[in-house]
């Protein structure tokens, strides 16, 4: 079965310090790797996304490394801030047909002030 | 307003009752789809939809139907709700080419008593 793991459930950073949020894949008919960020009573959003020909991919203060070997990628949070605050999903698409995405179970991210 | 749009945002139902959720959306995307949130679950696909007249069966489509009579709209009924049904509900949709990412609306929080 295609899955996708997403650790930790929930993570408490102080602001100013690093957020890191791990996923693990094993089926490797996955072409592409987003971010989706989600705000309570809103749907998830794309945050940033990388493919598994690229290492590493940063926008802003958010960066995404790639593990191809492992089949593990992470998003890191460089100064995390409390508007930062949201639940994170790791998402891997499918290479083939609809293209469609398998989501990670969300770690809910609370930055301290 | 350009965007894709849920309605109703909540909804409460009893066991046995039908109910339907409707999708719009204003940029003729070609696909749709329809995700459960759940916590401990992520988002797991329910049904999608490639273009009018077409759908087709994702994760978890028991007990529940779809239709897609024109681009815009794709509505997602529970034919006889059960409690295990109590879940948030977020449509997204996405363009063609299979590299645009998905964009989400804001969800029906909908709870069966």
């Known amino acids: 079965q295609q899955q996708v793991k997403q650790s930790p459930q929930s993570l408490i950073v102080q602001k100013g310090g690093i957020s890191i949020i791990n996923c693990a894949y094993e089926?490797?008919?996955?072409?592409?790797f987003p971010w989706y960020q989600q705000f309570p009573g809103k749907g998830p959003a794309l945050l940033i996304a990388?493919?598994?020909?690229?290492s590493e991919k940063k926008e802003g203060r958010f960066t995404i490394s790639f593990n191809k070997s492992a089949k593990q990628f992470s998003l890191h949070i460089m100064d995390s801030q409390p508007g930062d605050s949201a639940t994170y999903f790791c998402?891997?698409?499918?290479?083939?047909?609809?293209?469609?995405?398998?989501f990670g179970t969300g770690t809910r991210l609370k930055v301290l002030a | 307003d350009a965007g894709i749009t849920q309605s109703p945002r909540y909804k409460i139902t009893e066991t046995g009752r039908q109910v339907t959720l409707m999708c719009h959306q204003t940029?003729?995307?070609?696909?749709m789809f329809w995700y459960r949130q759940d916590l401990g679950h992520g988002l797991r696909l329910i049904y999608y939809?490639?273009?009018?007249?077409?759908?087709d069966k994702g994760e978890v489509p028991d007990g529940y139907v779809v239709s897609r009579s024109k681009t815009e709209n794709f509505p997602l009924t529970l034919e006889s709700a059960t409690r295990s049904q109590t879940s948030v509900y977020f449509c997204?949709?996405?363009?063609?080419?299979?590299?645009?990412?998905?964009?989400f609306g804001d969800g029906t929080r909908l709870s069966i008593l």
């Open positions: 998402a891997a698409r499918i290479t083939s047909g609809t293209y469609k995405y398998i």
């Open positions: 089926n490797t008919a996955f072409d592409y």
């Open positions: 939809s490639a273009a009018a007249d077409i759908t």
């Open positions: 990388i493919r598994p020909d690229v």
């Open positions: 997204a949709s996405r363009d063609s080419p299979s590299n645009q990412p998905q964009h």
């Open positions: 940029w003729s995307h070609s696909y």
